[in-house]
């Protein structure tokens, strides 16, 4: 989701876990695919540098930044948005594709408004208007990504 013209979230932080400076968070499921340990986000429009990303329990997730030690400095972090720049979308290309939520609301191909997307299990789909409101698999079979674009190469029916 963009936040401003600079900034897209990817997560939000929730409570510290461990007197280390672990916090939870509940990232998009999308850039659970990456590593994403010393990387650069943002929050609050400051950069931080992520030490580690770890797995915790079932589905939870565990941040560790660097320069963040203790539970206290935690502590200032709970709650707030993790956001990257939109200038660092091309380092976040998944089987070729880009995040779908950077094209939410945008045209593609000239002429078909890519509306939105969502989960089922561990797929994305994306709502498309293309006449009418279509469903179709965000995947390398239908999508491709060319010279900083996301074009529909392969429709469900013509």
Not at 60 to 80: M, P, S, T
Not at 111 to 120: A, V
Not at 131 to 152: G, R, T, W
Request: charged share 25%; with cysteine; hydrophobic share 35%.
């Amino acid at each position: 989701m963009l936040i401003n013209k600079n900034y897209y979230n990817i997560g939000i932080l929730g409570k510290p876990h461990s007197l280390k400076g672990y916090l939870y968070i509940n990232h998009e499921i999308f850039f659970r695919n990456f590593n994403l340990n010393s990387r650069k986000v943002h929050i609050n429009e400051k950069e931080y540098e992520i030490e580690e990303i770890k797995t915790h329990l079932k589905n939870r997730f565990l941040v560790k930044f660097k320069n963040i030690d203790n539970i206290e400095k935690a502590e200032l972090l709970r709650n707030q948005n993790v956001s990257i720049k939109i200038e660092d979308k091309d380092s976040y290309l998944y089987k070729g594709l880009p995040w779908p939520a950077f094209y939410t609301n945008e045209t593609i191909n000239k002429n078909i408004k890519f509306l939105s997307y969502f989960y089922s299990d561990n797929f994305i789909f994306c709502n498309l208007l293309i006449q009418e409101e279509v469903v179709m698999p965000y995947n390398e079979h239908y999508f491709a990504y060319n010279d900083k674009s996301l074009i529909l190469k392969n429709k469900l029916v013509n």
